[in-house]
């Protein structure tokens, strides 16, 4: 098993930045690429990124490519969302997942295991 734990969330006003980290533990040798959902109340849950677990590729949602940036540290294991010009539409539960796939990145299906969330809110 993997075992995932999301932290950095926290409260912000619009245009500032947040940064979320996604700590991997257990069968991280079984992960070939993470990813970062989110989900706002009454709404399903979204695509926001993703990355091989090697470093080498990320893919964005529209809605946030300029915006935000995934990147790995491979010493710590850790896979970090650094979140810029934020907006209120960004408020969400934000969650990481791994995948033992890297097709079908944006179906939240294709992941495996999943943290336990961490609260973003962004006031105007």
């Known amino acids: 098993q993997v075992q995932l734990v999301e932290s950095g969330g926290g409260s912000v006003q619009a245009g500032g930045s947040l940064r979320l980290s996604c700590a991997a533990s257990g069968r991280t040798f079984s992960i070939i690429a993470m990813g970062w959902f989110r989900q706002a109340p009454g709404k399903e849950r979204e695509f926001v990124g993703a990355i091989r677990w090697s470093g080498s590729s990320t893919y964005y949602a529209d809605s946030v490519k300029g915006r935000f940036t995934i990147s790995k540290d491979n010493a710590k294991n850790t896979v970090d969302l650094q979140m810029n010009s934020l907006k209120p539409e960004d408020t969400a539960v934000y969650y990481c997942?791994?995948?033992?796939?890297?097709?079908?990145?944006?179906?939240?299906?294709?992941?495996?295991?999943w943290g336990q969330g961490t609260q973003v809110t962004v006031s105007s």
């Open positions: 997942a791994s995948s033992q796939r890297y097709s079908r990145y944006y179906d939240s299906n294709s992941y495996d295991y």
